[in-house]
């Protein structure tokens, strides 16, 4: 069964602080996707990636093919980035399987 | 930058009402996706769509769904009867040939 897990549920920080959010999947992914939700509920992609490590500002993706294995990190965290964090993979087709989200709050 | 726009933001209905929850995806996109997430669960794939005909669907997404591309713009799902449990957010998403989705800002549909 394609499945993605998330750790931590919920996640809190002090501003400035380095954050990491980790993502397991099992096998057989053709792209791993990070992606936000704001408080208000909208979704906003983040991240695809299928191997290596892309990076947007102070988010950093990575991907560990050989461990199925994601990880997010956010450098020198602010207030702002307070939402929840989804990862989800791709498979055999389109549709994106979403992990639980990890609930970041960052206090000033 | 272009976007997803979805309307009504938050719909009411009485359960066994229809309802029509409609969608504009990006202009040159040619996949489109139906998603939803009842209150503290994650979201979950509903239905994908593909050159004017569903290309994936889910178990939740039975006969009491619908989908239509009416106009070369709209794309939209229709609830033919529902239910308490539809109570959910639904969102719809695009995506051209890359497969990074877009999504638009979700429908909040309330079943009474």
């Known amino acids: 069964k394609n499945e993605v897990e998330q750790s931590p549920q919920n996640l809190t920080a002090q501003e400035g602080e380095f954050i990491t959010i980790n993502c397991s999947y099992s096998v057989g992914i053709s792209a791993l996707h990070w992606l936000q939700q704001h408080p208000g509920g909208g979704i906003v992609s983040l991240f695809m990636?299928?191997?290596g490590k892309k990076k947007h500002g102070r988010l950093i993706a990575t991907i560990n093919i050989q461990e199925k294995h994601s990880s997010l990190h956010i450098t020198a965290s602010h207030p702002r980035d307070s939402a929840v964090y989804i990862c989800?993979?791709?498979?055999?087709?389109?549709?994106?399987?979403f992990g639980t989200g990890t609930r970041l709050q960052v206090f000033p | 930058e272009p976007e997803v726009t979805q309307t009504p933001s938050h719909q009411v209905t009485q359960m066994g009402q229809e309802v029509i929850l409609r969608c504009v995806p990006i202009s040159n996109h040619l996949y489109f996706y139906w998603y939803r997430q009842i209150l503290g669960q994650k979201v979950e794939f509903l239905v994908s769509?593909?050159?004017?005909?569903?290309?994936?669907k889910s178990e939740i997404f039975d006969d009491q769904f619908s989908v239509e591309r009416p106009d070369g713009s709209n794309f939209t799902l229709k609830i033919r009867s529902t239910k308490l449990e539809d109570s959910a957010m639904y969102f719809c998403a695009s995506s051209g040939a890359g497969w990074e989705q877009f999504f638009g800002p979700g429908t909040r549909l309330t079943v009474l």
């Open positions: 989800a993979g791709t498979y055999n087709t389109d549709k994106l399987i």
């Open positions: 769509f593909y050159n004017n005909e569903i290309s994936e």
């Open positions: 990636l299928s191997s």
